[in-house]
């Protein structure tokens, strides 16, 4: 006859004590737990392999039309194909981020993951940074499929390595502010589709609504101004014009972007741009594209030039103020752009925290609790 045997329970002592989530390091090892799985889930899936690869043939594309075209006729060439990788680079992450990161929080409580998540050891803020640190890092892989054409470009000369060492690090910051945004608005915003849409939006407000923005508000601040007219004494002999100031006036409607020119502040191009030193050449003019993006941003902080004939030689030639000059007396404006994209993720982020923190005290109609 046999005999059934009961196993030996465990003893109570004798089972392994759950990970201690106390102290610095707990934090950060429960933080760790959270940005795996949040790579884990992004990494596992095809389209993602798919779209990097996308990316980097239409990136290379655009960079082996740009190389064939410039050939011959840009003499930095190493410079212009690194601006335009970088600008690509950008682009691209401000397309694809808003997509996975807009409905990061929504979608795990749509489908039944979140309320798991939350009855865990992992705080609120531990869940939130997490994602925004996951969907950070996933969304990097957009900028190491790109170099490989950063290394030609250096290869093809003229290129500057202090563009590349302030370049690369502010590409890499305005990628986390994309993720932390648009984790942030899923954690505020129920619907996905919604957070997604309106994660868009703001990415389309500081790329494009700042440049409209700055245009109509260039008309709309333009002002009607009387002005003393000049007319050229031309000598025969010589060849020489000569400036003469009239005592006739007329009145002329003028633009006034100096009034304005801020609201291109939180441009991320411009922010790139202007964050940049630029180079000048011979005639003191920036003989890069960051350069030049840079000058024509700070000349918008002039106000409108009054021409009369002090800005003339004798012999006719213009004698204005350089480019150069123009750049130096103006005001760097890309730590102030970075400072509002920073703060708004940061308000992002701390919003998401306390709309996911357990146990709730209020939900919104509809709220899904497990």
């Given at each position: 006859?046999?005999?059934?045997?009961?196993?030996?329970?465990?003893?109570?002592?004798?089972?392994?004590?759950?990970?201690?989530?106390?102290g610095?390091?707990?934090?950060?090892?429960?933080?760790?737990?959270?940005?795996?799985?949040e790579?884990?889930?992004?990494?596992?899936?095809?389209?993602?392999?798919?779209?990097?690869g996308?990316?980097?043939?239409?990136?290379?594309?655009?960079i082996?039309?740009?190389?064939?075209?410039?050939?011959?006729?840009?003499?930095?060439?190493?410079?212009?194909?690194f601006?335009m990788?970088i600008?690509?680079?950008?682009?691209?992450?401000?397309?694809?981020?808003?997509?996975?990161?807009?409905?990061?929080?929504?979608?795990?409580?749509?489908?039944?993951?979140?309320?798991?998540?939350?009855?865990?050891?992992?705080?609120a803020?531990?869940?939130?940074?997490?994602?925004?640190?996951?969907?950070?890092?996933?969304?990097?892989?957009?900028?190491?499929?790109?170099?490989?054409f950063?290394?030609?470009?250096?290869m093809?000369g003229g290129?500057?390595?202090?563009?590349?060492?302030?370049?690369?690090?502010?590409?890499?910051?305005?990628?986390?502010?994309?993720?932390?945004?648009?984790?942030?608005?899923?954690g505020?915003?129920?619907?996905?589709v919604?957070?997604?849409?309106?994660?868009?939006?703001?990415?389309?407000?500081?790329?494009v609504?700042?440049?409209?923005?700055?245009?109509?508000?260039?008309i709309?601040?333009?002002?009607?101004?009387?002005?003393?007219?000049?007319?050229?004494?031309?000598?025969?002999?010589?060849g020489?014009?000569?400036?003469?100031?009239?005592d006739?006036?007329?009145t002329?409607?003028?633009?006034?972007p100096?009034?304005?020119?801020?609201?291109?502040?939180a441009?991320p191009?411009?922010?790139?741009?202007d964050a940049?030193?630029?180079?000048?050449?011979?005639?003191?003019y920036?003989?890069?594209?960051f350069?030049?993006?840079?000058?024509?941003?700070?000349?918008?902080?002039?106000?409108?030039?009054?021409?009369?004939?002090?800005?003339?030689?004798?012999?006719?030639?213009?004698?204005?103020d350089s480019?150069?000059?123009?750049y130096?007396?103006?005001?760097?404006?890309?730590?102030?752009?970075?400072?509002?994209?920073?703060?708004?993720?940061?308000?992002?982020v701390?919003?998401?925290i306390?709309?996911?923190?357990?146990?709730?005290?209020r939900?919104?109609?509809?709220?899904?609790?497990?």
């Open positions: 006859m046999s005999r059934t045997e009961t196993p030996p329970v465990a003893d109570e002592a004798s089972r392994p004590a759950p990970p201690d989530a106390s610095a390091l707990g934090w950060l090892r429960l933080l760790g737990v959270v940005v795996g799985l790579l884990a889930q992004r990494v596992r899936s095809v389209a993602w392999y798919v779209l990097l996308v990316v980097a043939i239409v990136v290379g594309g655009v082996t039309v740009l190389f064939l075209s410039l050939q011959g006729y840009q003499r930095d060439l190493g410079g212009a194909i601006a990788t600008f690509l680079v950008m682009l691209v992450t401000s397309l694809v981020t808003p997509a996975p990161s807009g409905n990061a929080i929504n979608g795990d409580r749509d489908g039944g993951t979140l309320a798991s998540t939350q009855v865990t050891q992992v705080t803020s531990q869940l939130v940074l997490g994602k925004v640190l996951g969907s950070w890092i996933a969304s990097l892989g957009f900028l190491a499929v790109c170099t490989p950063m290394l030609a470009s250096a093809l290129l500057r390595w202090e563009a590349v060492l302030v370049a690369i690090p502010i590409v890499v910051l305005e990628i986390g502010v994309i993720s932390a945004i648009g984790v942030g608005l899923s505020l915003i129920r619907r996905p919604l957070s997604t849409v309106v994660s868009y939006l703001v990415v389309a407000l500081f790329s609504g700042t440049l409209i923005g700055f245009g109509v508000a260039t709309a601040f333009q002002t009607e101004e009387e002005r003393q007219e000049i007319s050229w004494d031309y000598d025969e002999q010589t020489n014009a000569t400036c003469v100031e009239t006739r006036t007329y002329t409607v003028v633009a006034r100096d009034r304005v020119w801020w609201m291109l502040a441009n191009y411009v922010i790139l741009a940049i030193p630029p180079h000048f050449g011979g005639d003191s920036p003989d890069d594209v350069g030049q993006i840079g000058l024509g941003v700070r000349g918008l902080q002039e106000p409108p030039h009054v021409e009369s004939c002090a800005d003339y030689d004798p012999m006719g030639g213009y004698q204005g480019p150069r000059e123009i130096e007396r103006t005001v760097p404006s890309w730590f102030v752009g970075l400072g509002i994209h920073v703060a708004l993720a940061a308000a992002a701390w919003g998401a306390a709309a996911v923190r357990a146990p709730a005290r939900l919104a109609p509809g709220s899904r609790i497990a």
